[in-house]
């Protein structure tokens, strides 16, 4: 069964500073990936998917996520946060054979002005 | 309505009650998810419907829990026995799935929090 690891909990950082929230996944034939966030008191959305094509997948509000096979990773990365992307951060992978789209435990990020 | 409808939206019950959890997908989504979300970890896969097909219930944490999907719509997830560890917020999601127009991307409800006391 897949598994998503996102080795970070908590990531603080300032406004208008750069930030990287990494994920990575147990390695598969064929793998679909996805970020989802969750804003305070909202329902988790779609950042962003990797479903096949260029591993440089550009999302909403400016995040962006690379696939690298290699090191069986997905990795969301913003040059430049705001304090409204103050949220909750979910990788998560889905096993093109199996459909159950695979969690990781999130990671929370906090904006700082 | 235009997105995923759960209800109830909260619901406190006494160890060892039964509960009731309803989602309402998108009309015309064939897949259907329910996840679990405890405080402060992430989301627990419980089970996956997908058209008429078997559900995946690998995730279902005991025979205590188990779901249905009535006419590939309306979903009911059932908690018998409840103990102080169902507590939790249960998601439910559904998509279109990845085949013709499908993007593989889950809409979720905003949840039903079960309060076991």
């Known amino acids: 069964a897949q598994s998503v690891t996102q080795l970070d909990s908590q990531v603080p950082v300032f406004e208008e500073a750069p930030v990287e929230l990494r994920c990575n996944y147990s390695s598969s034939v064929s793998v679909y990936l996805f970020w989802y966030v969750q804003y305070p008191n909202q329902g988790l959305q779609l950042l962003l998917k990797y479903l096949s094509g260029s591993t440089l997948v550009k999302g909403i509000n400016g995040f962006e996520a690379e696939f690298n096979k290699s090191q069986t990773s997905f990795h969301l990365r913003k040059p430049s946060v705001h304090i409204s992307d103050t949220a909750e951060y979910f990788c998560?992978?889905?096993?093109?054979?199996?459909?159950?789209?695979?969690f990781g435990s999130g990671t929370r990020l906090q904006v700082q002005p | 309505g235009a997105g995923v409808s759960q209800s109830p939206s909260n619901k406190v019950t006494e160890k060892g009650k039964d509960v009731e959890l309803r989602c309402d997908p998108i009309?015309?989504?064939?897949?259907l998810y329910w996840y679990r979300q405890s405080l402060g970890q992430g989301l627990e896969f419980l089970i996956y419907?997908?058209?008429?097909?078997?559900?995946?219930k690998s995730g279902l944490p005991s025979d205590r829990f188990s779901a249905e999907r009535t006419g590939g719509s309306v979903s009911t997830l059932t908690i018998q026995r409840t103990q102080q560890e169902d507590s939790a917020v249960y998601l439910c999601a559904s998509s279109g799935g990845l085949a013709g127009a499908g993007t593989g991307e889950l809409f979720f409800g905003e949840g039903s929090r079960l309060t076991v006391l």
């Open positions: 998560a992978a889905m096993d093109t054979g199996r459909r159950a789209l695979t």
């Open positions: 009309s015309g989504h064939t897949a």
């Open positions: 419907f997908q058209g008429n097909s078997a559900p995946d």
